[in-house]
């Protein structure tokens, strides 16, 4: 099946600063790619989507100038979390769409820890 | 928008067969999948429903009845390994096609 990485896979930062985590494609081209937040003992919540070369939607709550999010091409997207705070601690995980297929595929995840 | 429930825990025992239960109201429904999620890991593909009916693939079916907002997962011949969170989706069309996610029920297999 279709490969999704993340990275980095787990990152501790201090409150105030930026993370960026990346979500690449390997072995496809991804034209829509999905970055989900999971709250321990909780399912997934999608944040927003994006597709390559234009602005992401960001589903309702979700602070787009908080939570960046760029999909720059077929095979990367980023996602920056701007002045963490400890509420932001949380597992996120990215996936992608390609153009012919209806799966979608998870990255393995990256987990935040904000102190 | 999307309600999907599924009950929060089960337990079974290995070697016997286990049926999760989905259920959704969603306004523009577009397929179901049903994820296998180990604790701190991504959720892995198991299945994908869009008409009615059962899909088998080995010892996991998935079966869905449209018209009554249901779907099961049902798990032959358990293992200890297949103790993980699994998870009920459904893609909306209305949503852009994306995928929404249940609660999901967390397995436990007992010797």
């Known amino acids: 099946g279709a490969v999704v990485s993340q990275h980095p896979s787990w990152v501790i930062c201090k409150s105030g600063t930026s993370v960026k985590i990346e979500c690449r494609s390997l072995?496809?081209?991804?034209?829509?790619m999905f970055w989900y937040r999971q709250f321990p003992k909780q399912s997934l919540m999608l944040m927003a989507t994006?597709?390559?070369?234009?602005?992401?939607?960001?589903e309702q709550g979700v602070e787009k100038d908080k939570f960046l999010i760029n999909h720059a091409s077929l095979t990367l997207s980023t996602l920056t979390v701007t002045s963490a705070h400890p509420e932001d601690s949380s597992f996120y995980i990215c996936?992608?769409?390609?153009?012919?297929?209806?799966?979608?595929?998870f990255g393995p995840g990256t987990r935040l820890t904000v102190t | 928008g999307q309600n999907i429930d599924q009950p929060t825990e089960m337990t079974a025992t290995e070697g016997a067969i286990v049926q999760i239960n989905c259920t959704y109201q969603?306004?523009?429904?577009?397929?179901l999948f049903w994820y296998q999620q180990h604790a701190g890991e991504a959720p892995t593909f198991l299945s994908y429903?869009?008409?009615?009916g059962l899909e088998e693939k080995g010892r996991f079916s998935s079966f869905l009845s449209r018209s009554k907002g249901y779907s099961y997962l049902l798990l032959k011949e358990l293992q200890m390994k297949d103790s993980a969170s699994y998870l009920c989706?459904?893609?909306?069309?209305?949503?852009?096609?994306?995928?929404?996610f249940g609660t999901g029920t967390r397995l436990t297999v007992i010797p």
């Open positions: 969603t306004s523009g429904f577009n397929g």
């Open positions: 994006s597709n390559e070369g234009s602005k992401a939607t960001y």
């Open positions: 072995d496809f081209q991804a034209t829509t």
């Open positions: 989706a459904v893609r909306d069309r209305t949503g852009a096609n994306n995928l929404f």
């Open positions: 996936s992608a769409r390609g153009t012919t297929t209806y799966e979608q595929y």
């Open positions: 429903n869009v008409l009615d």
